[in-house]
């Protein structure tokens, strides 16, 4: 499967994916990876029923989903994959699936350290998290649209300090 978007929403399958992020990137699967709706039958149910027919969906656990899926370009259908949590991401990454950019959407913290767009907002967690994903070489696009300008990730948790 050809990987062309890797995200991070806590919303999971919503608008802007169906209406925005699917059409960009001419993508005829989503992946949701997140251990809570992999044992839910009923939030999977949900959020198959929420998809247009024509667009597969597959939901899975993180474990399951780095031991079964590689990251890859031009490998047959277009896909988008959907973490809520930039962790679930990372264990992802170190479990064997790898990929150099993670779209950051939508992510809510009670415990902000840092709000990054009115969408986004870190602890100190996901900004550790982060820095991990940048000293691998990962890049970061923060934005939840496609038309919207990324913003630099690098000079936001840079100003936060170690």
Request: hydrophobic fraction near 45%.
């Amino acid at each position: 499967m050809d990987i062309a978007l890797v995200r991070v929403d806590n919303r999971l399958v919503h608008g802007q994916i169906l209406e925005a992020w699917v059409p960009f990137t001419k993508s005829s699967a989503i992946i949701v990876v997140d251990d809570q709706v992999a044992n839910d039958f009923f939030r999977e149910t949900v959020i198959k029923m929420a998809v247009p027919r024509d667009i597969e969906v597959i939901v899975s656990n993180v474990e399951d989903f780095a031991d079964n899926y590689k990251y890859g370009r031009g490998q047959g259908r277009k896909a988008i994959v959907l973490f809520s949590v930039i962790a679930d991401a990372l264990r992802a990454f170190q479990g064997g699936f790898i990929f150099d950019t993670l779209n950051i959407g939508n992510v809510y913290s009670e415990e902000c350290l840092k709000q990054c767009s009115p969408s986004v907002m870190l602890d100190g967690e996901d900004i550790e998290t982060i820095r991990i994903f940048l000293d691998a070489g990962v890049n970061i696009d923060v934005r939840r649209v496609p038309r919207e300008k990324p913003i630099d990730i690098l000079k936001l948790i840079t100003m936060i300090g170690a």
